[in-house]
């Protein structure tokens, strides 16, 4: 699939940290409770750290108690990508940034209490955070 940002792997790697790489592009996850974001309360916008794309806004955020920062929904529907995920034995729905490609995290439909039911599961290194003001 063709992006708007499309970079080779060396570009990527000299663009990003070590583990932002393995994340971001070869979707592995952050170990549950150590996101720097996992406990950001300020308002603001969350965004893709591979392209900077906007993705979450601080509103929709939520505590899901899962170990990552959730969300119930994202900014605009074409802002992220979703696809099937057969890893690990389970079925799984992907969340890629629909600008770069780049692996986010997973949702989940138990977002209990939410508007929407979903649960956006993503990874702190997989975004930036730009607080209001």
């Not at 799984?92 to 209990?112: I, M, N, Q, W």
């Amino acid at each position: 699939m063709a992006f708007e940002v499309n970079r080779s792997d060396d570009q990527w790697r000299e663009l990003l940290e070590p583990f932002e790489f393995q994340v971001l592009r070869q979707a592995a996850t952050e170990r549950p409770g150590t996101g720097e974001l996992l406990h950001e309360e300020r308002a603001g916008i969350y965004s893709c750290r591979g392209c900077g794309n906007e993705l979450f806004t601080s509103g929709t955020k939520f505590d899901s108690g899962c170990g990552w920062p959730s969300f119930y929904e994202s900014v605009r529907p074409e802002a992220v990508l979703l696809r099937e995920d057969a890893t690990l034995g389970m079925i799984r729905t992907e969340v890629l940034c629909a600008k770069c490609g780049s692996h986010l995290g997973h949702v989940f439909p138990d977002g209990y209490g939410t508007p929407t039911g979903d649960r956006y599961c993503m990874n702190s290194v997989a975004l930036k955070f730009k607080p209001e003001n």
